[in-house]
């Protein structure tokens, strides 16, 4: 059971990025998939979530309007597209699965399993 997120790297602000977690191991299917960030000296915060069998999805108030998070349902795989980042938007992003069909803001310590994250950083 794996979750392998993907796609980080060094942007400039305004400018795009796509992450993706894809899982190995298990379906998708009776999950809700969520991205967490953690920035240097900050608690990691939750971003957003997509419950895996019908699409629905929730964001935190900081991304709305510029994130969105997708689903491949052939791949097993969750994609959250990134715009107009800024340099808060800097941070480590995990993505996490909850067995729960739950939308909404989640609480890091009900998730189930959590990939290795992958660095965003965002220069002025």
């Known amino acids: 059971v794996q979750l392998q997120a993907s796609g980080g790297g060094l942007v400039q602000s305004g400018g795009s990025l796509r992450l993706s977690c894809a899982a190995s191991?298990?379906?998708?299917?009776?999950?809700?998939i969520g991205w967490f960030r953690q920035a240097p000296g900050k608690e990691r915060e939750w971003v957003s979530c997509i419950r895996f069998s019908d699409g629905r999805t929730d964001y935190a108030d900081s991304v709305k309007g510029r994130f969105t998070i997708s689903r491949d349902n052939a791949k097993n795989t969750v994609h959250l597209r990134m715009n107009w980042l800024k340099p808060e938007d800097t941070a480590v992003y995990y993505c996490a699965a909850d067995y729960s069909d739950y939308v909404g803001p989640q609480s890091a310590i009900v998730m189930d399993y959590w990939g290795k994250g992958t660095l965003v950083t965002v220069s002025s």
């Open positions: 191991g298990f379906t998708l299917d009776y999950y809700t």
